[in-house]
């Protein structure tokens, strides 16, 4: 047997004990759904609550755990993707998630949807974020899904403003690098583009790059990348700016790659659901205050967080709902709302504030 023969040898045998491993993970996540669901059946008390299968904390924990066994050869960000549709699988068997996200199919949120819950998740479209939020609120789906902001173009003002009124909590966030790609059909004539359709925001995300390739072309903003793609299946002088997902989904072909004219684009997403989520050991925590109309009322707001040494990583200003020329602080910092220093913190902001309202504390994005 020559040196190539023994390899491949060796890698079946490797495939082998894979194999069987996550066939063992496969029946522990079986056995752990029995367990959750006969204490649930157990419980006979009127605050009784259905088991939780997908745990966002244990989920953060275990993937950070992996990246830090990895000896390589593969990268962290890899490792960890395997991992997570080992388990993303793995609670299929337990309960198949239903996820919610803005669609429709082929958007980059569903893009990140898929990233943080795997492929053996259920995505299903909507056709607005208000509408993520209500299916949230209904218990029609145990997830969603929601843009919050882009490091090119800023904060997405509609998911904050449905913040303001939902119940719904923020149980985790994902970060995706976006990569925008010019797409033709096979019905499109090259030379006779006169219409690039996609995003408003991807637009503006690719506007100095269309300036140098494709001045004076018209440019039309659509309410999604997979819309845009989709439409230029039927027009012959069309092109479209989306990612790969939406490329793929429609058969489209690239004629330029990454073209967005900021090469560290990224968009930050929220997981909202119904749950508080227990601390994972590295979290964030969203709020939203509303302070007295008074002067040095942002600068007493900021001061706790300040003494506490805790950090702020977003504070965003949007208008309230509850009277003219009055403002609302949507705020992100480090740590969890059950730890001692952060509710020393929440305490000393309520009492600097109209009103507070905690959005949630979730893992920080692992990958």
């Known amino acids: 047997m020559d040196k190539l023969d023994q390899l491949r040898k060796q890698i079946d045998d490797i495939d082998a004990k894979i194999a069987a491993l996550i066939s063992e993970r496969a029946r522990c996540a079986q056995e752990v759904a029995h367990v959750k669901t006969t204490e649930a059946k157990q419980d006979q008390s009127k605050d009784a609550k259905p088991p939780v299968f997908y745990r966002p904390e244990r989920e953060a924990q275990v993937l950070r755990k992996v990246m830090e066994r990895n000896e390589g050869p593969l990268g962290n960000e890899e490792m960890a993707r395997l ?27 569903q893009a990140a949807a898929i990233k943080h819950f795997g492929h053996s998740a259920v995505t299903v479209p909507m056709s607005a974020i208000d509408e993520v939020f209500r299916e949230v609120a209904a218990g029609a789906v145990s997830y969603g899904v929601v843009p ?13 403003d449905n913040f303001l009124e939902s119940s719904v909590k923020i149980c985790g966030e994902v970060e995706l690098r976006i990569h925008h790609h010019l797409l033709i059909s096979d019905k499109t004539k090259m030379d006779g583009i006169t219409r690039i359709y996609s995003h408003a925001q991807s637009l503006a995300q690719c506007r100095k790059w269309l300036d140098s ?3 004076g072309i018209e440019r039309v903003a659509v309410s999604s990348n997979a819309e845009a793609a989709k439409r230029i299946k039927g027009e012959w002088h069309s092109a479209a700016i989306a990612g790969d997902m939406a490329a793929e989904l429609y058969g489209l072909e690239k004629i330029a790659e990454k073209i967005e004219d900021q090469p560290d684009n990224s968009t930050r997403f929220f997981i909202i659901g119904s749950n508080d989520v227990p601390p994972s050991g590295v979290d964030k925590t969203s709020i939203i205050v509303s302070v007295h109309n008074k002067p040095g009322a942002l600068h007493d707001l900021l001061v706790p967080f300040q003494r506490a040494g805790v950090d ?22 480090s740590g969890h709302r059950n730890d001692e ?4 913190v929440l305490k000393q902001v309520a009492d600097q504030s109209a009103d507070l309202k905690i959005l949630g504390s979730y893992p920080q994005a692992v990958m």
């Open 83 to 109: 991992f997570r549709e080992i388990m993303s699988a793995c609670l299929a068997l337990e309960q198949p998630t239903r996820v919610a996200y803005l669609g429709p199919e082929g958007t980059f949120t």
């Open 148 to 160: 919050v902001e882009n490091s090119t173009e800023g904060v997405v003002n509609h998911t904050l």
């Open 213 to 215: 390739h494709y001045p």
């Open 312 to 333: 702020l990583t977003r504070v965003e200003t949007r208008p309230s709902r509850s009277g003219r020329w009055s403002y609302v602080f949507f705020m992100d910092f």
């Open 341 to 344: 220093s952060i509710k020393t």
